[in-house]
């Protein structure tokens, strides 16, 4: 394992934080968290209008909802440096800072600055994924599983709202471009609400010689590799049916808004699939079961939507979502994987980064099958294909709590 001297602050010598720290670090997490899927949610619910109104080809529709899974990967890549250089707080205000830009600059109505600002505001997106683990460890020390729950809780009730919002409001304004901007105005609020956290640490930090890990090493080690594999086929799975679900169900013969609604109910249902699968899987010798619950109904969910009729299309909707609710667990395991937050932060740049890098070829690849076949059953059969390799590392992950996974 290969580390390097840092100068990131710490708060490991600096006295017991505030009451009023710890609440401004649950509502900057409740902040944070409601941005974390919201541009993406809001962007794919409109995917079909913003090729209508600007005009773009199918190669640019494959492409762009691509870009997330591929800034996630390439800045992500980045995050352990930066948190070692600035500290976790303030690369997390750095980043929201890029997403409150990016997704405002999505409010011009052209394909450029619709590529632009996804471009710059998922690269801010893609550093509060990965650092969050961290932020939680570190402020939350005791309490992980409980603020990972409420954040990805959070995450999950902003892209819920969002998605079955952002039609509606597009309507309204007129304009997919007009209501997509809207969203930037979230990741303001959260920009501003994230400001007396880093104030606080700034004051209260110290200077560590503590070692800074470099995540690449990690790939080596069984640990890494099945946290990486984990992570990129949940991501995969994930962001195919967040960029194209509601298209898999127009596709069927729903209206876009019952597509909507439909991708608005997969998205809520997520929400207490996650904080089940929390209560279930947060015990060691629980895990297993947990893993093996949510990848049996994510592939029980693709298989349906192959095979139901479209009255039925509520079926595989409410197992999706189910299944989408993993996210949550697979950050616990993260958050609790490293023996330090250093070693923290390199296992979760690794799996994330790599991860996402992977889950980039699954809404590219769908969206490019679907653009040559005309149809979703190829794609959606392949998804099922990989949903099925999902169960297979869930029981290798599984077998042992991975603070006894050999290094």
């Not at 409740?30 to 090729?51: E, M, T, Y």
């Not at 040559?372 to 190829?378: D, N, Q, V």
Request: hydrophobic share 55%; net charge positive; with cysteine.
């Amino acid at each position: 394992m290969t580390v390097a001297p840092s100068d990131a602050p710490t708060r490991s010598d600096a006295p017991p934080k505030p009451r009023s720290a710890v609440v401004f670090g649950v509502i900057a997490l409740v902040l944070i968290g409601l941005n974390l899927r919201a541009g993406i949610a809001g962007a794919s619910a409109l995917l079909h209008d913003f090729q209508q109104v600007l005009g773009y080809g199918p190669l640019v529709a494959a492409i762009i909802p691509s870009i997330p899974t591929l800034c996630f990967a390439v800045a992500g890549a980045a995050t352990s440096w930066l948190t070692g250089r600035l500290g976790v707080e303030k690369a997390i205000l750095l980043a929201l800072g890029f997403l409150a830009g990016g997704l405002l600059l999505r409010g011009i109505p052209a394909t450029g600055m619709l590529v632009a600002g996804t471009v710059v505001g998922m690269s801010g997106l893609a550093v509060c994924n990965v650092a969050m683990p961290s932020f939680i460890r570190e402020h939350f020390a005791h309490r992980t599983s409980a603020m990972t729950a409420l954040y990805t809780v959070t995450m999950t009730t902003g892209a819920t709202v969002t998605a079955v919002a952002v039609v509606p409001l597009a309507l309204t304004l007129g304009s997919p471009s007009a209501a997509v901007g809207a969203i930037g105005f979230l990741a303001v609020a959260a920009f501003l609400g994230f400001l007396p956290v880093v104030l606080h640490a700034h004051r209260t930090s110290v200077r560590s010689t503590a070692p800074r890990i470099s995540p690449w090493p990690l790939l080596r080690t069984r640990k890494g590799q099945l946290l990486t594999a984990i992570f990129a086929l949940q991501a995969l799975l994930a962001y195919s049916l967040i960029s194209w679900f509601p298209s898999m169900l127009i596709s069927m013969g729903l209206s876009p808004a019952d597509s909507g609604l439909m991708y608005g109910l997969m998205q809520l249902v997520s929400v207490p699939a996650g904080m089940v699968l929390l209560a279930i899987g947060s015990r060691p010798r629980r895990l297993r079961p947990a893993l093996y619950l949510v990848s049996i109904t994510m592939v029980a969910g693709l298989a349906s939507l192959l095979v139901v009729p479209v009255g039925l299309a509520i079926v595989p909707t409410v197992l999706l979502g189910f299944g989408l609710g993993i996210f949550p667990l697979v950050m616990v395991m993260i958050s609790r994987s490293g023996t330090s937050i250093a070693e923290t932060t390199a296992l979760s740049t690794l799996a994330q980064s790599t991860g996402y890098l992977l889950a980039t070829a699954g809404p590219f690849g769908a969206g490019l099958l679907f653009s040559g076949t005309g149809g979703w059953s190829l794609p959606v059969a392949l998804l099922l294909g990989l949903a099925v390799a999902q169960v297979m590392v869930a029981h290798l992950i599984s077998r042992a709590p991975l603070s006894g996974l050999k290094k």
